[in-house]
């Protein structure tokens, strides 16, 4: 009797133990095999032309250019990819940006086991799956400070939280091949939406909401 093809993942996380974990895990399954691991965006990218496993198993907030951005890379690339985000992220604007960048399933890396090895499986049968405490966070009602953070555009939040997390417009325009003038130009945006004069204060801002 022929055996069935396991389902093929790739972990990307820059912790490497935490990558070990979640190998171990699923290798207990006998349905589903880790065939590729990258540490950042830009490696995910590379190794899933060369893998092309199944599905895709993203942390957001790494160095470079993060998950989000590599998730719109990639699903620009091939609108059919299947991602999985699993961040320590739970709360707005991530999960909705996450998901508008083409992930198929949205995870807190507090959930259960099980829980990851259900969103594989059924993300590769061409479903989505998001767990029960991030659903709730979408679903509560935007205040006041929330709701800037949805006037930004999708390349904006980007460049926010790559800003807020010390990258200088020079480093953005290389890792996401844009010109410096042009993140000079999103960042005044940015601070015009967000009404903040400095990086320190986008910083600041960016820390109460726990983006960083």
Do not use: W
């Amino acid at each position: 009797m022929v055996k069935p093809i396991p389902i093929s993942v790739m972990l990307v996380d820059d912790h490497e133990i935490v990558r070990f974990g979640f190998r171990r895990l699923i290798e207990t399954t006998k349905d589903i095999k880790v065939v590729a691991e990258a540490c950042c965006g830009e490696e995910a990218c590379i190794l899933a032309l060369e893998y092309n496993p199944d599905i895709i198993i993203m942390d957001i907030n790494m160095p470079g250019i993060g998950g989000l951005e590599a998730i719109t890379r990639l699903c620009k690339r091939d609108p059919e990819r299947k991602i999985i985000a699993l961040t320590m992220h739970e709360a707005e604007p991530f999960p909705t940006r996450v998901l508008a960048a083409g992930a198929k399933g949205y995870l807190s890396k507090r959930c259960a086991p099980r829980e990851l090895i259900m969103a594989i499986r059924r993300v590769f049968k061409g479903g989505s799956f998001i767990t029960t405490q991030i659903i709730r966070e979408m679903s509560k009602i935007p205040g006041a400070e929330e709701s800037a953070i949805e006037l930004l555009s999708a390349r904006e939040f980007q460049i926010f939280s790559m800003i807020a997390a010390g990258c200088t417009a020079i480093e953005i325009g290389e890792k996401m091949n844009l010109n410096h003038k042009t993140i000079h130009s999103h960042r005044s945006n940015v601070m015009k939406k967000l009404k903040l004069k400095t990086n320190a204060n986008l910083v600041q801002f960016a820390m109460l909401q726990g983006i960083i």
